[in-house]
């Protein structure tokens, strides 16, 4: 249709700059002299396109608003793959309503495709046995987040609850749960939303560094974790039954080690594995029972003893 394809035109100059209309009829596969027609009629409609010996541009400056998105839409554009965390943020309406737009304005073809794409594509971020975080003040963190306004609040850490003033500098999802980027003190740090108790607004506001990249800072935090993650080592035999388990069993980092040990004459692995420390470790290698025996260190196989033994105990009792 016509209309479509002079949204196209106006939507490919605002996008790409000049164009030739040799340019234009390619890619909307027409003909050249279509495209002196249809330029015509975007002038008359009072779309201001300039055009001369070099091509076709829309006048310096100009934006074209044919979406007619509102501020909360174009803000939840880049949530519109993810409802369920636009849902989280309270931004499930403007999200639907910026999809309805986008796709009112998109060429019946290209309208086609999208909505294919959203009737095989399924995006469900959170993990299969956890439906992501309950936050009750998700919502109001975001709104300081996009605000720029300093927050106090009442957070329950590891150990205990205390009292923080922050400046909330970005909002993460991973895995389903919500994290909370913000500056406590001097330093930047990573906040758990669903562990804030209370959580009161301030009127004062602060600068967030221009300089600040949010998936910069969270890519670091991640590599930092994982070199936290295992700073000890374990050596161990496995079983033959149970290598084809380790990724899911034990994770990648575990079966990796295992792949690059030695293999045995009675079929089974010696390596030496990454553990995070001896109590973690215990909980990992009950997991796969009587197919893996731990030979170091020490510590650790003696608590796996005194589970074991403590299992065998209870179980050889009668029912109560």
């Known amino acids: 249709m016509r209309a479509d394809r002079l949204l196209s035109i106006a939507l490919l100059l605002q996008s790409r700059g000049r164009l030739t209309a040799r340019q234009l009829a390619g890619e909307l596969e ?16 009072g779309i201001p396109v300039y055009g001369d010996a070099n091509g076709y541009q829309l006048v310096d400056g100009y934006q074209t608003q044919l979406t007619g ?26 999200v639907a309503a910026a999809q309805l737009k986008l796709a009112a304005a998109l060429p019946a073809a290209l309208r086609e495709r999208a909505d294919r794409m959203r ?8 993990g299969w046995y956890h439906d992501g975080d309950s936050a009750d003040h998700l919502a109001a963190v975001a709104d300081a987040v996009w605000r720029q306004r300093v927050v106090t609040v009442r957070y329950e850490n590891w150990t205990r609850v205390v009292d923080r003033r922050l400046e909330p500098y970005g909002l993460v ?20 939303v669903n562990h804030i108790r209370q959580l009161s607004v301030l009127a004062e506001r602060f600068d967030r560094p221009a300089e600040f990249d949010l998936a910069a800072y969270w ?30 069993l034990s994770g990648s980092a575990v079966a990796d080690a295992v792949a690059e040990g030695e293999r045995q004459p009675d079929g089974w692995v010696l390596a030496r594995v990454p553990i995070e420390s001896d109590s973690h470790a215990e909980r990992q290698f009950l997991r796969l029972g009587a197919e893996v025996e ?17 299992l065998a105990t209870l179980y050889a009792a009668p029912p109560r």
């Open 30 to 45: 027409v003909s050249v002299r279509t495209i002196y027609r249809d330029v015509l009629a975007l002038g008359t409609a």
């Open 69 to 94: 998105l509102t501020a909360d839409e174009a803000q939840g554009l880049a949530l519109t793959g993810l409802p369920g965390a636009a849902a989280d943020l309270g931004l499930a309406e403007a």
């Open 219 to 248: 890519r670091a935090q991640i590599l930092e974790f994982r070199t936290r993650l295992h700073r000890a080592e374990a050596l161990a035999r496995f079983a033959p039954g149970v290598l084809d388990q380790l990724p899911h």
């Open 294 to 310: 731990v030979l170091e260190p020490e510590s650790l196989r003696q608590r796996l003893a005194a589970t074991v033994s403590g």
């Open 119 to 126: 009737q095989v594509f399924h995006l469900d971020a959170p």
């Open 173 to 192: 999802l991973k895995a389903g749960k919500w994290y909370l980027v913000a500056r406590a003190d001097r330093d930047l740090r990573t906040f758990r």
